[in-house]
């Protein structure tokens, strides 16, 4: 059964840089063929795609976010990672990580997603 | 972007009844050489991540009782879950993915009357 984990820091202060990883468990990355992809959620508000990678490395970035955004994939550790530089207080949020739902197309819905891991920017 | 607007933000429904929930896009997230839609519905309750009830605007995912179906194409769209039940209390986003630049509608909370 597919699973997926984040973790990382649960805080971070204005203008370093958040980082967070996820954990595949009952797949391989690098063999499946699928995009995997992070999401957000601000507390109370609604969900914003931060971007995606493939198992190659290949990466798709939400414009916006585009500038500050680094997604890299790890397939020895099966595992992919965010890096988020210059964070505000507008980026604390919910951060879920999620596996893209068709093999090799990133343009697709999402599932399965991980539970979710709080980060919060306060100095 | 595409933007996604749903309606209402909120929405009261007695339990049984019928509930309805709209979504349009800024832009036609219509295929035409393949006839699809490239939108998805997404449940999520609280305290867990969203998941999938409907892909290509009307397509069920495994799993997801009959109640719940998707319907529309071009630009706009609609969820409805046709006899209301006490666990289909949640937020319902829609998201498109006809760009690569997936963008999702702002939810609608789903209440019981």
């Known amino acids: 059964q597919l699973q997926l984990q984040e973790s990382g820091p649960g805080l971070v202060k204005p203008s370093e840089t958040l980082s967070l990883t996820c954990t595949v468990s009952g797949a391989s990355i690098s063999s499946s063929g699928y995009y995997w992809g992070w999401i957000r959620q601000p507390p109370g508000k609604g969900l914003e795609w931060i971007g995606s990678v493939y198992y190659s490395g290949s990466t798709y970035y939400n414009p916006s976010l585009k500038s500050r955004v680094t997604i890299s994939v790890d397939t020895s550790k099966n595992q992919f990672s965010l890096k988020l530089s210059s964070v505000t207080a507008a980026d604390t949020a919910v951060y879920y990580c999620?596996?893209?739902?068709?093999?090799?197309?990133?343009?697709?819905?999402?599932?399965?997603w991980g539970q979710g891991t709080l980060v919060t920017v306060s100095s | 972007d595409i933007v996604m607007t749903q309606s209402p933000d909120s929405l009261a429904v007695s339990l049984g009844e019928r509930a309805t929930i709209n979504c349009k896009s800024s832009q036609s997230v219509l295929y035409n050489s393949n006839n699809k839609n490239y939108l998805a519905w997404y449940q999520q309750k609280p305290g867990q991540p969203p998941k999938v009830l409907i892909y290509w605007a009307s397509t069920r995912e495994s799993g997801v009782p009959d109640r719940f179906s998707g319907s529309g194409s071009g630009t706009d769209f609609a969820l409805t879950i046709s006899s209301l039940q006490a666990e289909d209390v949640a937020v319902y986003y829609c998201?498109?993915?006809?760009?690569?630049?997936?963008?999702f509608g702002q939810g609608t909370r789903l209440e019981i009357k």
């Open positions: 999620a596996r893209h739902a068709e093999i090799a197309v990133v343009a697709c819905w999402f599932g399965p």
């Open positions: 998201q498109q993915y006809y760009t690569t630049a997936i963008t």
